[in-house]
């Protein structure tokens, strides 16, 4: 059983930056994508951003393209989500998650889920 575990949410003024962590229990190299998603109160899961396990192929949503950008560190088990020009909308709890097939924009179909961080972005 992989641990997904998010670190580096909290309370941000509009048009500032945050940094998320998402560190596993063990190598994850057999999990070949890896994402992001928020959920925000009385909304559905929604996919933020997604990577390769190599980190050679990214995805984002149209939401947050220019704003936010994912990375991969393997040596650390650590996954980033650095959020930049920070919006009120983009106030939700954010997730780290991962799966051993191909990318996916599809919550349901990923395996492994961190328990979430707060992230609030005050106007």
């Known amino acids: 059983q992989v641990q997904l575990v998010e670190s580096g949410g909290g309370l941000v003024q509009a048009g500032g930056s945050l940094r998320l962590s998402c560190a596993a229990s063990r190598r994850t190299v057999s999990l070949h994508a890896k994402g992001w998603f928020r959920q925000a109160p009385g909304k559905e899961r929604e996919f933020v951003a997604a990577?390769?396990?190599?980190?050679?192929?990214?995805y984002y949503a149209d939401s947050v393209k220019g704003r936010f950008t994912i990375s991969m560190v393997n040596a650390r088990n650590t996954m980033y989500l650095q959020m930049n020009s920070l919006k009120p909308e983009d106030t939700a709890v954010y997730y780290c998650a991962a799966r051993p097939g191909g990318y996916s924009i599809i919550a349901g179909e990923y395996d492994y889920w961190g328990q979430g961080t707060q992230v609030t972005v005050s106007s």
């Open positions: 990577i390769s396990w190599s980190g050679d192929m990214t």
